[in-house]
DNA sequence: CGTGCACTTGAATTCCATCAAAGGTTGTGG
DNA sequence: CCACAACCTTTGATGGAATTCAAGTGCACG
């Protein structure tokens, strides 16, 4: 078996989470150009970078299994991760402006990419249209997701920061076809504190209080959400009913 | 005069911030093409919306001369100010992956904008790969600051906060051919307190700290930046010489 | 000339960070 | 397979930075 495509029955077309990738809205014969150009690597084992800041811009990624966090170190030193990336994310467009790669991603778990060669990726959508729309409604969405996230840290307590977290991860765990009450989160609690603005502590008290008041319950990085009303009220999500009110 | 096009000795190949804007990279036949799409409206007065959130996607819009606030609101109300904009700046770059507008586009004085429907971009990115590349380039660039963003907000103090806001709008203002330690600011306290995280009150009191140490000098929404490296250092940003200590 | 908004400054409060210490979990090498 | 180290997590006590509340000044605009 060779290093490089060592799963070589894997390809868009039979991928199951190709819907919320690259591929949408493709037609099968553009999504052959691109699973041409696609390379399946090895594994990343805990603690592996895919890339770092600083290195020439190769490849955008694709999560196929596991999870990654993306952060930036600035010039004072201090880490920030950005996102999480789950199967289906693409890794990488915060580089594209740029020569280099202007943040870190690193594996969760152990994980998998797609790995997608951007000279390529450009060449192919200068003839695929779509292909070209498909990557400039994913950059919005990060960018739409971006300015949410400013909001989050701008506007809300600890705990409403929390509470939104985890439904976001509930929707996203849902939106993979995985439970949206019952997941693993595979970062530690530093990390999510850290993408959160909030101190390591402080995740744990309030993941304790959560699971005290039985909104969720929690054992070690595994959450059951059982309330999420609940969670949504203390999100600060409004619901229809009481909007007018 | 025509309503539309009623300044129509204005053109892309003449613009003077067109290096900062999106026809940067284009060829003349390009430039020509995309000089074609584009409208030059009236002008916006103070507080006059471009566009809102929930209106359906028309088009993108450069600002000219001026400048903009971006906002979203969210489900519970309050309102986040996500970006200021300047002469050159695209605006609407999160909407694209939406049908509909996902924030609002309001006039912080008197500005000019030229609107590129977006429908005639995506036709046109079509037939010009410099183009595209341009747009690739712009929006990752967008995620790229609010990735910096973000860890502005989650890392840092507000004096710090305040100092980096200064220092970018310097930085901004310089790059577009204008003095680089002396400006006007064009929003409010509460507005860049809204961006940054703060109160009205914090603001206005670190101005005037900043103020008594001789770090800039403020008058009303005129500002001089005084000692630009205490300005950096308070930032957080390293000097070279002692990154390695 | 007065009304409303923007700005400034002070005092009290609060939420979260920091400091500290003690389990718990994971993984590794003997 | 066990033992130990390294790291992650939890919980408590304390402090501080920024918010909140409050009051007053200044400025722009009708």
Redesign the pocket.
């Known amino acids: 078996m060779s290093d490089r495509n060592w799963l070589n029955n894997i390809n868009c077309q039979n991928c199951s989470i190709s819907q919320l990738c690259l591929p949408y809205t493709l037609d099968n014969s553009s999504l052959d150009k691109l699973d041409n150009i696609i390379e399946r690597k090895r594994p990343y084992h805990?603690g592996e970078l895919i890339f770092q800041a600083g290195e020439p811009l190769r490849s955008l990624y694709a999560v196929r299994s596991g999870s990654f966090k993306s952060y930036t170190v600035s010039n004072d030193g201090d880490a920030q991760i950005t996102a999480f990336h789950l199967p289906g994310d693409l890794i990488g467009f915060d580089s594209v402006h740029s020569n280099n790669y202007t943040s870190f991603a690193e594996a969760l778990e152990t994980s998998m990419v797609c790995e997608i060669p951007y000279s390529s990726l450009e060449t192919l959508s200068d003839q695929l249209p779509l292909l070209r729309r498909q990557m400039m409604r994913l950059m919005s969405s990060e960018i739409s997701a971006d300015k949410q996230m400013l909001s989050l840290l701008n506007n809300k307590?600890?705990?409403q920061r929390l509470a939104t977290f985890l439904l976001d991860f509930s929707e996203r765990f849902k939106s993979r076809g995985l439970s949206s009450k019952e997941f693993r989160l595979s970062m530690?609690?530093?990390e999510i504190g850290n993408y959160l603005?909030?101190?390591?502590?402080?995740?744990?008290?309030l993941?304790?209080k959560l699971h005290k008041e039985a909104a969720i319950q929690?054992d070690?990085?595994f959450i059951l959400l059982r309330d999420v009303d609940r969670l949504q009220s203390i999100a600060g999500v409004q619901l229809r009913a009481c909007a007018t009110s």
């Open positions: 805990k307590s600890a705990e530690t609690r530093a603005g909030l101190t390591v502590e402080t995740v744990s008290r993941l304790s929690v070690g990085k």
